[in-house]
């Protein structure tokens, strides 16, 4: 099976390992992966800031770049969520109407394309910590992940995965709270860092990278040694 690869600006710009780990990943499942050179952003960053036309430009240019048979895969809750959910508000009954359900149909994020699509539990992952998995919005109700990436981690030999307690509260990442209402935003956010803290872990795990870096901005401010990993660089940990 060949896959298609969708990376988010975040990961993109920030954190280019995440992406080569993803790759490591759906090849030692069995995939080949193809990473569309040209492809730029799935246009959430601007829909949730409400700019539509150039949320649509970039939707458009989405959804014609991957205009195949292949599954998409993306290291991204948000990202999936946009293009599942968001885009028949843009693009149902368009000009572009059959080849959105196409894209809508085919995405996945990683965790869900290997526990639901490839049937994998297991990649032979080794990391010797004591970590919490972090839920997020876009994952738990737009997208329905949850026990995906926990099956996954599971069987990571070495980790000791806790659970934290309100865990479905929402660490104030989300759209552009931290822009408009800052206060509002670090708040949560160190709502959610109290609730990692008394966890005792060593490294945060999650499967969107915006959440992730929002609470280690409050980790750092508290001089905390807490690490943050995505999901990907930990599948692809020990071998």
Not at 11 to 27: G, H, R, S
Not at 124 to 147: K, P, W, Y
Not at 173 to 189: N, Q, R, V
């Amino acid at each position: 099976m060949i896959v298609d690869i969708f990376i988010p600006c975040f990961i993109d710009q920030l954190y280019p390992q995440t992406a080569f780990n993803i790759v490591k990943i759906l090849e030692r499942v069995g995939c080949g992966v193809n990473y569309p050179v040209d492809q730029t952003c799935c246009g959430h960053s601007v829909f949730i800031q409400g700019d539509w036309d150039a949320c649509k430009f970039a939707g458009e240019k989405f959804i014609l770049e991957l205009q195949n048979e292949r599954y998409i895969v993306s290291p991204s809750a948000s990202c999936t969520a946009m293009v599942k959910n968001f885009y028949p508000e843009m693009f149902h009954n368009s000009s572009l109407h059959n080849e959105y359900k196409s894209v809508q149909k085919k995405i996945y994020e990683l965790s869900d394309f290997l526990i639901s699509v490839m049937n994998v539990t297991s990649i032979g992952a080794q990391l010797n910590a004591r970590a919490v998995f972090m839920d997020t919005c876009h994952s738990m109700r737009e997208c329905s992940i949850q026990n995906q990436p926990r099956e996954l981690l599971k069987n990571v030999k070495g980790l000791e995965l806790v659970e934290m307690e309100k865990q479905d509260v929402c660490c104030g990442f989300g759209g552009h709270l931290g822009d408009k209402f800052g206060h509002i935003a670090e708040a949560m956010a160190k709502d959610k860092v109290e609730a990692i803290v008394q966890c005792n872990p060593e490294i945060i795990i999650g499967i969107d990278m915006g959440c992730l870096v929002h609470v280690q901005k409050i980790l750092r401010e508290q001089n905390s040694d807490i690490k943050i990993m995505h999901l990907a660089d930990v599948l692809a940990s020990g071998w």
